[in-house]
């Protein structure tokens, strides 16, 4: 987390830069390379995109499937015992339970979610498993727990990590809900991918807000807001707070603007517009967005400056500060 708030002191807007010891070694062949944008593209939210990117890359590379690629990579980032917002080590609710989110889609209309799920270490492949294996698309709580013990998903221990422990103890001497833009909040990763051939998938998973009431749902595990693909045109995913983005619909609204001929970063762009003009109190509220179109043209912006994210081409795999529509 400071790691992240360092990171966004030291860049400057729009800049982009390689961290050594994250990029992928996938050269692709000159048949891989498209002419229009770039194929095959994957891009994540937040600096924890890079490992993530780097994961989603390899399985690419080894299966071929663009849906085992943007699984694997952000199976990464639920391991990840630095990031406080996704997997079982994230923050809890306000009874110091840590409850998960997570969807999957793929640009055919098939997509899987699960909604304040507790104890299954990979929350995504559950959502995978939702979309594959049930006739449902959502699947929440305890009817997803049992689902994941039916699958053979192992149960873990419910227990905070010292680290989210330490957090909650010192969070419950005030007890206050106020979500604040930029910090622990909001490091949900948000991952969208096209391949060589054109096909789209997309990820995301979280613990959510920290502190949420018990039995709180944000965008990410809901289709449509916190991630939508659709191969006719393209795919987005968002960070930042749940609430707002579902107000908007916001993924889905960016894949419809897209459709009626906008440019990622402009159906982006129109996106943080609707969201900050059916929000109230928008100075506390950070939301960030990113896009893919079929052709490989990306597109990414945020309410509040810091939001950055992940790019991982044939050129390598970097970080790319977002605009914004504040400027810092
Ligand atoms: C949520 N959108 O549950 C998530 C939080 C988030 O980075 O994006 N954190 O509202």
Not at 114 to 120: K, P
Not at 202 to 209: M, V, Y
Not at 216 to 236: Q, T
């Amino acid at each position: 987390m400071s790691q992240r708030r360092k990171f966004i002191k030291q860049s400057i807007l729009g800049s982009a830069i390689f961290l050594p010891g994250v990029t992928s070694a996938y050269t692709a062949t000159p048949a891989e390379r498209s002419v229009a944008g770039e194929k095959p593209l994957i891009l994540s939210t937040w600096n924890h995109g890079l490992p993530a990117n780097a994961d989603a890359w390899a399985k690419l590379k080894e299966t071929g499937s663009i849906l085992d690629a943007v699984e694997a990579g952000v199976r990464n980032t639920e391991l990840d015992l630095t990031n406080l917002s996704v997997g079982l080590q994230g923050l809890p609710d306000r009874e110091g339970i840590t409850t998960l989110d997570a969807s999957i889609m793929t640009g055919d209309g098939a997509c899987g979610s699960v909604a304040f799920v507790r104890q299954i270490k990979h929350p995504i492949t559950l959502a995978r498993a939702v979309m594959e294996k049930t006739p449902h698309v959502m699947i929440v709580g305890e009817g997803a727990r049992q689902f994941a013990i039916a699958e053979g998903f192992p149960i873990e221990e419910e227990v905070l990590s010292p680290e989210a422990q330490k957090a909650y103890d010192k969070w419950k001497v005030t007890s206050q809900y106020k979500p604040i833009i930029n910090i622990e909040n909001h490091d949900t990763i948000g991952m969208i991918g096209l391949d060589a051939n054109g096909k789209l998938a997309g990820s995301c998973t979280t613990s959510g807000l920290s502190y949420k009431m018990h039995g709180r749902v944000g965008d990410s595990p809901i289709i449509g807001a916190g991630l939508f693909v659709d191969d006719e045109v393209g795919a987005a995913t968002a960070t930042g707070l749940g609430e707002s983005i579902i107000r908007i619909c916001g993924s889905f609204l960016i894949v419809e603007l897209m459709r009626q001929g906008r440019t990622p970063q402009e159906a982006c762009e129109e996106a943080v517009k609707r969201l900050i003009s059916k929000n109230k109190n928008i100075k506390d509220i950070q939301a960030g967005f990113l896009a893919i179109n079929k052709d490989g043209e990306t597109g990414a912006y945020a309410v509040h400056p810091g939001f950055n994210f992940a790019k991982a081409s044939t050129s390598g795999n970097l970080m790319v500060d977002s605009k914004s529509h504040f400027k810092p």
